[in-house]
């Protein structure tokens, strides 16, 4: 059985369509076939396929087959199969067309085909039934394009011919124009990728470019239209579509033409109107600055007279553009005549007056002859006034006035006004004094005087500037006389009457002698008063006596010492001890190498100085030296030269500047301030001693209270300046290891928060000194001495110091004895505190409190006193410790780690010495430190210095005080411990 097939699925070039392929099933005992095609022989073969390839589209072929036997002999054909080939796939006719950023293809449809195929540069790309492709490409790049047709058994024909072709880029973005005048201002937007643009003006390139994105079209006709085009184009020009504006020109906007004219208020301008159609108006400019705009063709300008405006005209339509400048018209309103003008007839004068003119820089004044008004220039002025001076007594006189601008353009004369000249006037002298403020009719040294003259105008019209003066007669002026000018009076109606006044003043060198002067009046016309003569008598004054009455110290902290080294204000009070006065007094100070100063002058100088008068002057100082002096030199008015030596010393106590005293009458013969001091002999040659560790003094004494009826002692403030010295000198403590480091601190007083903050065991003055001095020194252990000198008392059974602040109302004003104990007690846990030791220069029986006075009469007449007096003191066995010396009440005393030296029992008073201002225990405390109490060894103890201070003070007190001795005390456990070691 032959079965055929038709090629399909495949290009129409391999046969796809047109082949039919034959296949039969092989005939047992046959080796060879015979194949028919229309009756026609194709082949004899052993084969049992063949393809036949010479066939014809849309043609029907009739196959037969038979078998040959081994003799060559043809069997019976098979029967006639028919083969339809199919129709014929052509080739579509495409056409290509560039679009924006894509190539666009399109055929017209074939009959036979259901699908295309799209190729591009070879490659089948897409595959569609439509008859039209967009292909998405990149602008700039040529791509190559080919169609071929498919029908429904899959077969493709053949490709048409290869077309090529590039993209488009899109045209630019946001293309539009803006129009001036006649120019048109063009811009878009980039296209990314293209490589430039072409802008076209009706049809023409007018303007290539590679990245601009605007352009100024220039000199294009007025009121016309044009159209523009754009695009993009690829690196070879090649061109995208364009993007099209229409755009109108502007009209031309054309000069007008101006004139102007000015009257004596304004200058009014107009102009041509301008030919637009369009909507417009006119900007008006004075001297180059817009002054307005309107739709008017003319224009008032009110401007000050007497300057030149120039004005120009432009058109501005209804766009904004503005013309070129019209022509120039200048003008300027001429000044009229002053306004408010009077004239007024005066004694040989006619005085004018007028309102100043805007814009007028001169005023002419003509005389004027009313009879035949011819006028003559009298002359020119720049002011609102003048006066023709120098005329004939009562007689008219006519004048015009006209303004003249800064051009000497005249503006128009006023109407003619006259002035009668007055009659003269007549002064006559109708009385005159001499009058001085002591009353004594003589002028004295600085004593203030007047000779007082009256005058009348008994004339026919007023006086003008009356100017009274004296005249000196030989030798009545001095330069020790001073005489006032007298104002002058601008006018003396007739019949009125004028009283003068002439200072007259005597400085303190006045001279005594007779003054005669005479009394002048001029005037104005020169019809002046005759001379009158007066005289007054002069006598001579008592002179000065500067003097040197005080001085004070004031340093950065409030404080009246100075430091060395260290700047304070040197305040000097100078007073005039004298009921002689001074015009002026000068005082100096003289410099040494000992101490700078501040002071740029060095010489300061005063004006008058009355008696009992005082100056104070101030300058800054430094010292290099403990002691210094400043010399004072003092000149007054009478030539008097005096030098006043002040004798100055660091680290001592002087007044402040608040506390400078004023000398009253009767006044002194002889006063010194700042003498040499005479230094007490406790003060001089104190030995540098030392100690085993080192040492922290707190050195604190109270001499004022705020209750005036508490008394203090006032040995206080040279106890505590001499013990800081001791301090100092002997035991070899700085500053920086004393309490207050700053002495001036607790300068005569010390509250009850101050002890506490000095005490406290915890936040203390007292602890911080002994960390800080530690930590500076670099030692491991110090003790602490402590010195209070100042009043004591018995508060709610308890022993307490009376700070400055003490009030019986408020019990923590008062400050204990046992709380400085307990605060010692803790400041002494810490490890590196060694010994302390308290000297107490106290009076615990204040006068203005409770006294618990036991006279020694008293104490003898007690039986237990005699019992306790009789006890012997038990013998110290070797090995044993010190058994403590109790010699105080156990009411202050301290616990056993604190050694204290008291002033006095309680029961007692503490006494100043009768010699010294010390208090008794602290003048013997100091000698007994300066070496007195040793016992030759050169170490002082504990027991050698009480020993000394307490014989002393008994044997002291004893001869003054014999039933109330003062009776010091110690309270030690160590009484034969080494105080510190003389040198």
Same mark, same amino acid.
């Given at each position: 059985?032959?079965?055929?097939?038709?090629?399909?699925?495949?290009?129409?070039?391999?046969?796809?369509?047109?082949?039919?392929?034959?296949?039969?099933?092989?005939?047992?005992?046959?080796?060879?076939?015979?194949?028919?095609? *229309?009756?026609?022989?194709?082949?004899?073969?052993?084969?049992?396929?063949?393809?036949?390839?010479?066939?014809?589209?849309?043609?029907?072929?009739?196959?037969?087959?038979?078998?040959?036997? #081994?003799?060559?002999?043809?069997?019976? #054909?098979?029967?006639?199969?028919?083969?339809?080939?199919?129709?014929?796939?052509?080739?579509?006719?495409?056409?290509?067309?560039?679009?924006? #950023?894509?190539?666009?293809?399109?055929?017209?449809?074939?009959?036979?085909?259901?699908?295309?195929?799209?190729?591009?540069?070879?490659?089948?790309?897409?595959?569609?039934?439509?008859?039209?492709?967009?292909?998405?490409?990149?602008?700039?790049?040529?791509?190559?394009?080919?169609?071929?047709?498919?029908?429904?058994?899959?077969?493709?024909?053949?490709?048409?011919?290869?077309?090529?072709?590039?993209?488009?880029?899109?045209?630019?973005?946001?293309?539009?124009?803006?129009?001036?005048?006649?120019?048109?201002?063009?811009?878009?937007?980039?296209?990314?990728?293209?490589?430039?643009?072409?802008?076209?003006?009706?049809?023409?390139?007018?303007?290539?470019?590679?990245?601009?994105?605007?352009?100024?079209?220039?000199?294009?006709?007025?009121?016309?239209?044009?159209?523009?085009?754009?695009?993009?184009?690829?690196?070879?020009?090649?061109?995208?579509?364009?993007?099209?504006?229409?755009?109108?020109?502007?009209?031309?906007?054309?000069?007008?033409?101006?004139?102007?004219?000015?009257?004596?208020?304004?200058?009014?301008?107009?102009?041509?109107?301008?030919?637009?159609?369009?909507?417009?108006?006119?900007?008006?400019?004075?001297?180059?600055?817009?002054?307005?705009?309107?739709?008017?063709?003319?224009?008032?300008?009110?401007?000050?007279?007497?300057?030149?405006?120039?004005?120009?005209?432009?058109?501005?339509?209804?766009?904004?553009?503005?013309?070129?400048?019209?022509?120039? /018209?200048?003008?300027?309103?001429?000044?009229?005549?002053?306004?408010?003008?009077?004239?007024?007839?005066?004694?040989?004068?006619?005085?004018?007056?007028?309102?100043?003119?805007?814009?007028?820089?001169?005023?002419?004044?003509?005389?004027?002859?009313?009879?035949?008004?011819?006028?003559?220039?009298?002359?020119?002025?720049?002011?609102?006034?003048?006066?023709?001076?120098?005329?004939?007594?009562?007689?008219?006189?006519?004048?015009?006035?006209?303004?003249? *601008?800064?051009?000497?353009?005249?503006?128009?004369?006023?109407?003619?006004?006259?002035?009668?000249?007055?009659?003269?006037?007549?002064?006559?002298?109708?009385?005159?004094?001499?009058?001085?403020?002591?009353?004594?009719?003589?002028?004295?040294?600085? /004593?203030?005087?007047?000779?007082?003259?009256?005058?009348?105008?008994?004339?026919?019209?007023?006086?003008?500037?009356?100017?009274?003066?004296?005249?000196?007669?030989?030798?009545?002026?001095?330069?020790?006389?001073?005489?006032?000018?007298?104002?002058?009076?601008?006018?003396?109606?007739?019949?009125?009457?004028?009283?003068?006044?002439?200072?007259?003043?005597?400085?303190?060198?006045?001279?005594?002698?007779?003054?005669?002067?005479?009394?002048?009046?001029?005037?104005?016309?020169?019809?002046?008063?005759?001379?009158?003569?007066?005289?007054?008598?002069?006598?001579?004054?008592?002179?000065?006596?500067?003097?040197?009455?005080?001085?004070?110290?004031?340093?950065?902290?409030?404080?009246?010492?100075?430091?060395?080294?260290?700047?304070?204000?040197?305040?000097?009070?100078?007073?005039?001890?004298?009921?002689?006065?001074?015009?002026?007094?000068?005082?100096?100070?003289?410099?040494?190498?000992?101490?700078?100063?501040?002071?740029?002058?060095?010489?300061?100088?005063?004006?008058?100085?009355?008696?009992?008068?005082?100056?104070?002057?101030?300058?800054?100082?430094?010292?290099?030296?403990?002691?210094?002096?400043?010399?004072?030199?003092?000149?007054?008015?009478?030539?008097?030269?005096?030098?006043?030596?002040?004798?100055?010393?660091?680290?001592?106590?002087?007044?402040?500047?608040?506390?400078?005293?004023?000398?009253?009458?009767?006044?002194?013969?002889?006063?010194?301030?700042?003498?040499? &001091?005479?230094?007490?002999?406790?003060?001089?040659?104190?030995?540098?001693?030392?100690?085993?560790?080192?040492?922290?003094?707190?050195?604190?004494?109270?001499?004022?209270?705020?209750?005036?009826?508490?008394?203090?002692?006032?040995?206080?403030?040279?106890?505590?300046?001499?013990?800081?010295?001791?301090?100092?000198?002997?035991?070899?403590?700085?500053?920086?290891?004393?309490? &207050?480091?700053?002495?001036?601190?607790?300068?005569?007083?010390?509250?009850?928060?101050?002890?506490?903050?000095?005490?406290?065991?915890?936040?203390?003055?007292?602890?911080?000194?002994?960390?800080?001095?530690?930590?500076?020194?670099?030692?491991?252990?110090?003790?602490?001495?402590?010195?209070?000198?100042?009043?004591?008392?018995?508060?709610?059974?308890?022993?307490?110091?009376?700070?400055?602040?003490?009030?019986?109302?408020?019990?923590?004003?008062?400050?204990?004895?046992?709380?400085?104990?307990?605060?010692?007690?803790?400041?002494?846990?810490?490890?590196?505190?060694?010994?302390?030791?308290?000297?107490?220069?106290?009076?615990?029986?204040?006068?203005?409190?409770?006294?618990?006075?036991?006279?020694?009469?008293?104490?003898?007449?007690?039986?237990?006193?005699?019992?306790?007096?009789?006890?012997?003191?038990?013998?110290?066995?070797?090995?044993?410790?010190?058994?403590?010396?109790?010699?105080?009440?156990?009411?202050?005393?301290?616990?056993?780690?604190?050694?204290?030296?008291?002033?006095?029992?309680?029961?007692?008073?503490?006494?100043?010495?009768?010699?010294?201002?010390?208090?008794?225990?602290?003048?013997?405390?100091?000698?007994?430190?300066?070496?007195?109490?040793?016992?030759?060894?050169?170490?002082?103890?504990?027991?050698?210095?009480?020993?000394?201070?307490?014989?002393?003070?008994?044997?002291?007190?004893?001869?003054?005080?014999?039933?109330?001795?003062?009776?010091?005390?110690?309270?030690?456990? #160590?009484?034969?411990?080494?105080?510190?070691?003389?040198?």
């Amino acid at each position: 059985e032959l079965t055929p097939l038709v090629v399909s699925g495949v290009y129409t070039k391999d046969g796809s369509g047109r082949h039919i392929n034959l296949s039969w099933q092989p005939v047992a005992g046959v080796n060879n076939y015979a194949l028919y095609r *229309d009756g026609t022989l194709l082949s004899k073969q052993a084969e049992t396929t063949y393809e036949d390839t010479d066939t014809k589209y849309a043609t029907t072929y009739i196959y037969e087959i038979n078998s040959i036997d #081994n003799d060559n002999i043809e069997g019976v #054909n098979s029967p006639k199969i028919p083969v339809n080939t199919h129709i014929e796939v052509l080739v579509p006719n495409f056409k290509l067309t560039p679009v924006i #950023n894509a190539i666009s293809l399109d055929w017209p449809s074939l009959e036979t085909s259901v699908n295309y195929k799209i190729f591009r540069n070879g490659s089948n790309i897409a595959d569609t039934p439509d008859t039209s492709f967009i292909d998405n490409v990149k602008p700039g790049k040529e791509y190559c394009y080919s169609v071929a047709a498919e029908d429904n058994y899959q077969t493709v024909g053949p490709q048409a011919d290869i077309q090529c072709g590039k993209a488009y880029y899109a045209p630019p973005g946001n293309f539009n124009g803006q129009v001036i005048r006649n120019e048109v201002s063009l811009s878009w937007t980039v296209v990314l990728g293209a490589s430039g643009y072409h802008l076209y003006r009706n049809n023409e390139l007018i303007f290539e470019t590679i990245d601009a994105t605007e352009f100024l079209d220039e000199g294009l006709e007025f009121d016309s239209d044009y159209t523009y085009e754009i695009c993009s184009h690829d690196q070879d020009v090649y061109e995208g579509p364009k993007v099209v504006v229409q755009i109108k020109t502007h009209e031309e906007v054309l000069a007008t033409e101006v004139t102007g004219e000015s009257d004596l208020q304004k200058i009014s301008l107009s102009w041509k109107k301008s030919i637009l159609v369009a909507e417009h108006r006119y900007r008006i400019y004075r001297d180059a600055e817009l002054l307005d705009e309107t739709t008017d063709t003319s224009y008032q300008d009110f401007v000050p007279a007497g300057q030149f405006f120039c004005y120009i005209i432009t058109v501005v339509d209804h766009y904004g553009t503005e013309s070129e400048k019209s022509n120039e /018209e200048c003008h300027k309103v001429l000044v009229s005549s002053p306004k408010n003008l009077v004239i007024t007839g005066d004694v040989k004068r006619v005085m004018f007056e007028w309102k100043k003119m805007t814009g007028a820089e001169i005023y002419n004044i003509y005389t004027v002859d009313k009879e035949t008004e011819s006028k003559t220039l009298l002359t020119k002025t720049k002011q609102g006034f003048y006066e023709h001076k120098d005329l004939e007594f009562d007689k008219e006189y006519c004048y015009k006035v006209s303004c003249v *601008d800064a051009d000497g353009d005249e503006g128009p004369l006023s109407p003619v006004q006259c002035g009668w000249v007055l009659p003269p006037p007549h002064i006559t002298l109708i009385e005159k004094r001499f009058v001085e403020g002591s009353g004594n009719k003589i002028l004295d040294g600085r /004593e203030h005087g007047w000779i007082i003259a009256t005058i009348v105008n008994d004339g026919r019209s007023p006086a003008r500037e009356l100017k009274p003066w004296l005249e000196p007669i030989g030798d009545a002026i001095t330069p020790s006389l001073k005489i006032d000018s007298v104002a002058m009076t601008p006018k003396l109606d007739m019949g009125d009457t004028l009283t003068i006044h002439f200072p007259i003043y005597a400085k303190l060198k006045i001279e005594s002698g007779e003054r005669n002067f005479n009394i002048r009046v001029g005037e104005f016309t020169g019809l002046d008063l005759e001379p009158e003569p007066i005289s007054f008598t002069t006598l001579k004054v008592i002179a000065p006596n500067l003097v040197v009455t005080d001085f004070a110290i004031d340093n950065e902290w409030g404080q009246h010492y100075i430091p060395k080294n260290e700047m304070v204000t040197f305040s000097v009070r100078v007073q005039n001890l004298s009921e002689g006065k001074s015009d002026t007094v000068s005082v100096r100070f003289r410099r040494d190498s000992s101490f700078v100063s501040e002071d740029a002058d060095e010489l300061h100088q005063f004006g008058f100085v009355n008696a009992g008068e005082y100056l104070d002057f101030k300058f800054e100082i430094m010292s290099r030296e403990d002691k210094f002096t400043v010399y004072i030199e003092l000149y007054d008015y009478f030539e008097t030269q005096k030098t006043i030596p002040l004798h100055l010393e660091t680290m001592k106590k002087y007044k402040g500047a608040d506390d400078l005293i004023i000398v009253e009458t009767p006044y002194p013969d002889d006063l010194t301030v700042g003498a040499a &001091p005479i230094i007490p002999e406790l003060m001089t040659g104190i030995p540098k001693g030392s100690t085993e560790r080192g040492t922290i003094g707190i050195v604190l004494g109270n001499l004022d209270f705020w209750n005036p009826e508490i008394p203090g002692k006032s040995s206080t403030s040279d106890n505590v300046r001499m013990v800081r010295e001791y301090f100092h000198d002997l035991f070899g403590m700085e500053d920086h290891a004393i309490i &207050p480091s700053q002495f001036w601190l607790y300068s005569e007083r010390i509250s009850s928060r101050d002890l506490q903050a000095i005490f406290d065991p915890d936040l203390g003055y007292l602890r911080k000194k002994i960390e800080s001095n530690l930590d500076y020194s670099g030692q491991k252990s110090l003790d602490l001495i402590l010195y209070y000198s100042g009043e004591g008392t018995t508060f709610r059974g308890e022993k307490v110091l009376i700070p400055y602040d003490a009030d019986l109302k408020n019990q923590y004003s008062f400050f204990s004895i046992n709380k400085l104990y307990s605060n010692l007690i803790e400041i002494q846990k810490m490890e590196e505190v060694g010994e302390i030791t308290l000297f107490m220069d106290v009076d615990f029986n204040n006068s203005a409190f409770q006294q618990y006075i036991v006279k020694t009469s008293a104490e003898e007449e007690d039986p237990k006193a005699k019992k306790k007096k009789k006890k012997k003191k038990k013998k110290k066995k070797k090995g044993e410790p010190e058994e403590p010396v109790a010699r105080l009440p156990k009411e202050i005393m301290p616990p056993e780690s604190i050694t204290a030296f008291y002033a006095s029992n309680t029961t007692q008073i503490t006494y100043d010495h009768p010699d010294m201002n010390n208090g008794i225990f602290t003048y013997y405390l100091l000698r007994g430190l300066r070496g007195e109490a040793d016992n030759g060894d050169k170490k002082v103890t504990i027991a050698e210095l009480h020993e000394y201070i307490s014989k002393h003070v008994q044997d002291t007190t004893g001869k003054l005080y014999k039933d109330l001795p003062q009776v010091p005390q110690l309270f030690s456990s #160590n009484p034969d411990r080494v105080l510190y070691r003389l040198p």
